[in-house]
């Protein structure tokens, strides 16, 4: 998430000609508005600059740190562990599909979880399509005391955003986020 200051430039629109003198307005857009390139979240101040500088730098002072917290807690959200993936992300589209237009298909990648019913209903919360094996190994080499998991990107009945990002990743995110989980790597169904 970026924060920026807009003083109507940017979002030419009936919101800044209705803003009465001394106040300030905030924006939640997304980046699609402002550029064709990947949507990312914007939060702007916009304000009318009519009236003195103690009143606006107090004001804006006062916003832009409550933004700074907000964007801080939001990337780390969104973010979360996603190191934990080995396998490249930017191949996939927001529908969770790779490969050429004439031949999309989803990812399945895989990812190990303890012999427990407790950590099995903890995955199958965040996706019920996953396949949980309690043999094999898999790529990911599953150690004997844990149970394989294979995920696809691609869910036909959720195809759609959440809060700007695709549910593939939403999905990848908080499966990232569980702390038993060491690792993805991609699944080639050998």
């Given at each position: 998430?970026?924060?920026?200051?807009?003083?109507?430039?940017?979002?030419?629109?009936?919101?800044i000609?209705?803003?009465h003198a001394?106040?300030?307005v905030?924006?939640?857009?997304?980046?699609?508005?402002?550029?064709?390139?990947?949507?990312?979240?914007?939060?702007?101040?916009?304000?009318?600059?009519?009236?003195?500088?103690?009143?606006?730098?107090?004001?804006?002072?006062?916003?832009?740190s409550?933004?700074?917290?907000?964007?801080?807690?939001?990337?780390?959200?969104?973010?979360?562990?996603?190191?934990?993936?080995?396998?490249?992300?930017s191949?996939?589209n927001?529908?969770?599909?790779?490969?050429?237009?004439?031949?999309?298909?989803?990812?399945?990648?895989?990812?190990?979880?303890?012999?427990?019913?407790?950590?099995?209903?903890?995955?199958l919360?965040?996706?019920?399509?996953?396949?949980?094996?309690?043999?094999?190994r898999?790529?990911?080499?599953?150690?004997?005391?844990?149970?394989?998991?294979?995920?696809?990107?691609?869910?036909?009945?959720?195809?759609?955003?959440?809060?700007?990002?695709?549910?593939?990743?939403?999905?990848?995110?908080?499966?990232?986020?569980?702390?038993?989980?060491?690792?993805?790597?991609?699944?080639?169904?050998?």
């Amino acid at each position: 998430m970026r924060i920026g200051v807009d003083a109507g430039n940017i979002l030419q629109s009936s919101l800044i000609n209705n803003l009465h003198a001394g106040q300030c307005v905030l924006v939640l857009t997304d980046q699609s508005i402002i550029t064709s390139q990947t949507p990312d979240a914007y939060l702007f101040i916009v304000c009318d600059y009519r009236f003195g500088m103690g009143y606006t730098t107090k004001t804006l002072f006062l916003l832009l740190s409550l933004l700074m917290s907000l964007s801080a807690s939001h990337q780390q959200s969104e973010s979360g562990n996603m190191n934990k993936v080995k396998f490249d992300l930017s191949v996939i589209n927001d529908h969770g599909l790779v490969g050429p237009s004439s031949g999309l298909r989803s990812m399945s990648y895989e990812f190990c979880i303890p012999l427990s019913d407790d950590a099995s209903a903890q995955v199958l919360n965040i996706d019920s399509t996953i396949q949980i094996y309690q043999s094999g190994r898999g790529r990911v080499k599953c150690p004997p005391d844990m149970q394989l998991c294979i995920a696809e990107t691609y869910n036909e009945d959720k195809t759609e955003k959440l809060n700007g990002i695709p549910h593939w990743k939403v999905v990848l995110s908080r499966l990232s986020d569980l702390e038993f989980v060491d690792s993805f790597v991609a699944s080639y169904g050998e």
